[in-house]
C-alpha cells in the first residue's frame, strides 16, 4: 500500500531574532539602541541598568507544517517527542539541517523550543529549519499519515527492527523518543513501524541527539540511492 502527498508551491520559512537594548533614561522613560559589534555598545557598558531583551519570533503551528508538507513530493519530516535539554536540540537541528530534513516537530508542552542556547548550539540551523509546535502530536502524526508520510518511530522494544532494514525512501516522518524515557505510548502507537540502533557495546542507548544523526543519515543514504 502506498500513500501518496500532494504538492503545491510554497515559500521559505525563517524565523528571525532581534536583539535591542534596554537603557534606563534619567526621564526614566526606556529606549532601545542598536547593538555595536561584539555586543553593547559604549553607553550601553557604562549604563548599570542595561538589559538585553531577545525576541525570537513564534515556531510554525499545526498549519504551517501542513502546507510545508504539501510543497514536496517526497517529505522528510523528523518528530521529536519531548526532547527537553536544549543543548541536544540545538544538535538535532544542525543535523537536521546538514540533511536537508523539511520540518521538525515537537510539542508545545514539556518540550525544549527554540532559545538562545539552541540557536547557538545550532551554529545557526535554527534559523533556517522550520520548526513546528504543535498542541495534540498524536493528531499531527494522524494527519501526517493522511497527506501519504509512513512514521517511523524509534524503540529498543524488541519487536522493533534494525533501522537498516527498513525502507526508509519516501513520504518518511521519523519520530525520536525524549531522554531517558524514549516515546510516549500515544506516540508509539501512532507509528506505522518501529526501529532500533544495533548496538554492540556495554551501553543501552545512545544520546538523542546522536541517535537522531545516526537514523536521519540512513534515511538519507536510501533516498539517496533511489534518487541517483
Not at 529606549?31 to 510554525?60: D, W
Not at 502546507?67 to 517529505?75: F, T
Amino acid at each position: 500500500m502506498e500513500r501518496m502527498g500532494l504538492e503545491m508551491p510554497g515559500g521559505s520559512h525563517r524565523r528571525s531574532t532581534h536583539r535591542c537594548h534596554l537603557i534606563q533614561t534619567p526621564s526614566m522613560k526606556p529606549r532601545f539602541s542598536k547593538p555595536q559589534h561584539g555586543g553593547n555598545n559604549k553607553q550601553a557598558r557604562e549604563n548599570r541598568h542595561v538589559q538585553t531583551v531577545e525576541t525570537i519570533t513564534p515556531s510554525l503551528d499545526e498549519d504551517d507544517l501542513m502546507a510545508i508538507v504539501a510543497e514536496h513530493k517526497e517529505p522528510f519530516v523528523l518528530i521529536l517527542d519531548c526532547v527537553q535539554d536544549p543543548h541536544n536540540l540545538g544538535a538535532i537541528l544542525r543535523t537536521a539541517d546538514a540533511a536537508g530534513v523539511h520540518a521538525v516537530v515537537a510539542p508545545k508542552d514539556k518540550a525544549v523550543g527554540i532559545t538562545e542556547t539552541v540557536r547557538r548550539i545550532s551554529v545557526g540551523a535554527a534559523d533556517h529549519v522550520p520548526f513546528a509546535q504543535v498542541t495534540n502530536l498524536a493528531r499531527t502524526m494522524e494527519k501526517l499519515k493522511e497527506a501519504g508520510l509512513w512514521l517511523v518511530g524509534t524503540s529498543d522494544h524488541a519487536t522493533a527492527k534494525s533501522i537498516y532494514d527498513l525502507d526508509l525512501k519516501g513520504p518518511l516522518a521519523l519520530i525520536m523518543g525524549a531522554e531517558e524515557k524514549g516515546m510516549r505510548r500515544l506516540t508509539e502507537e501512532n507509528c506505522d513501524f518501529l526501529a532500533s540502533i544495533p548496538m554492540a557495546g556495554k551501553v543501552e542507548c545512545l544520546n538523542v541527539s546522536v541517535a537522531t544523526g545516526v537514523c536521519v543519515y540512513e534515511a538519507v543514504r536510501q533516498r539517496r540511492v533511489i534518487n541517483e
